[in-house]
């Protein structure tokens, strides 16, 4: 398997909602990433888990929250979102903690009403 | 704050005549640098990468060469293909979490 997976591919949200985006990988990555990408962009990193620990942008605000239960599975949970978080979220992951070629997910159009 | 350039934003060739994009990072201590090809609606697919070790690399009809003296690496796509058409990003990283991309470059090849 040589995908990574991202669950759902659509999600509308009220700003009281709270949700959650999916992403797994079977690939036996180590690093796993989020990113956000609003249209006409560049993905944007979000955060970053190597060998199962966070590294945190620290301006990401707090309405967006990260787990990794385990090496194959990566989630992000969204609580009191705004507007302008409208976007494309992407997952990917790679072999190595950062230096190596990255797969990308479908990623979760997300939009915020 | 560090920043990745990229030229230019838009790009469009005659089929079957040659594409080049740049960039340039402002990080020296990037050290792994991507090529990433997003069609409409479509994820980022990596196309071709080149590490701080080496100084060019092709692969078929694609070649990135880097510069580290003065921190720029190019994407050359010769004989271009309908299919080409698409945004190209390029990324630097210099840490497992300090990535950062171009802010792209749409390609578009005209039959």
């Known amino acids: 398997d040589t995908e990574v997976t991202q669950t759902p591919k659509h999600l509308v949200m009220g700003m009281t909602n709270k949700k959650s985006l999916k992403c797994e990988q079977h690939?036996?990555?180590?690093?796993m990433y989020w990113y956000k990408q609003k249209a006409k962009k560049p993905p944007e990193l979000m955060f970053v888990?190597?060998?199962?620990?966070?590294?945190i942008n620290e301006s990401v605000p707090s309405r967006f929250s990260p787990e990794c239960p385990n090496s194959s599975l990566l989630n992000l949970h969204l609580h009191a979102l705004q507007p302008e978080d409208s976007a494309l979220y992407l997952c990917?992951?790679?072999?190595?903690?950062?230096?190596?070629?990255?797969?990308f997910g479908p990623g979760t159009r997300l939009t915020v009403t | 704050g560090e920043n990745v350039e990229q030229h230019p934003s838009t790009l469009s060739v005659q089929e079957g005549d040659s594409a080049v994009i740049k960039c340039t990072y402002s990080?020296?201590?990037?050290?792994?640098f991507p090529w990433y090809k997003q069609e409409l609606g479509k994820r980022p697919q990596l196309i071709i990468d080149?590490?701080?070790?080496?100084g060019e690399k092709k692969d078929q009809r694609i070649a990135v060469t880097l510069n580290k003296t003065a921190k720029h690496f190019s994407l050359h796509i010769t004989e271009t293909q309908p299919e080409d058409s698409a945004v190209y990003f390029c990324?630097?990283?210099?840490?497992?979490?300090?990535?950062?991309f171009g802010s792209g470059t749409r390609l578009s090849i005209r039959p």
């Open positions: 990324a630097a990283h210099s840490s497992a979490s300090k990535i950062i």
């Open positions: 690939m036996g990555h180590r690093a």
């Open positions: 888990y190597s060998y199962e620990k966070l590294s």
């Open positions: 990080d020296s201590a990037s050290n792994y």
């Open positions: 990917a992951s790679s072999p190595g903690q950062g230096m190596s070629e990255q797969y």
């Open positions: 080149i590490r701080s070790n080496v």
